[in-house]
């Protein structure tokens, strides 16, 4: 068994909808359509890391600079974070003088 050393501070929906600047409902159709990932007490409520406020920031850049739906924006993002970690691996074997 494991313990936090540090709490975490983390938003309920309403606190992370509102610093985001968006609405709660959309927060959790984010959720439904895994864009954004919230841990769910037994009451039934969303909470976020403060860290997913940049991953909305990302989500609302893409959907503004391309047009995109929000489920075609889960999508882009995925296949960004697929490529970034193949141009670090890449990175890494040139590094080592692979190729």
């Known amino acids: 068994m494991t313990y936090a050393l540090v709490r975490v501070p983390r938003l309920d ?6 610093t985001a600047g968006m609405h ?5 159709r984010l959720v439904v359509l895994g864009v954004l990932d919230a841990a769910q ?6 909470w ?7 991953d909305v920031a990302r989500i ?10 929000y489920a075609a924006t ?7 974070d697929r490529i970034a ?3 670090a691996a890449a990175r890494r074997r040139q590094r080592l003088g692979g190729q």
């Open 24 to 28: 709660p409902e959309l927060v959790r």
């Open 60 to 69: 609302q850049r893409l959907r503004a600079g391309f047009a995109l739906n």
């Open 13 to 18: 929906l309403d606190e992370f909808a509102n």
């Open 74 to 80: 889960g999508l882009v993002i995925d296949l960004l």
């Open 48 to 54: 976020f890391a403060r860290s997913q406020l940049a």
């Open 85 to 87: 970690v193949l141009e």
């Open 41 to 46: 007490d037994s009451a039934g409520r969303l």
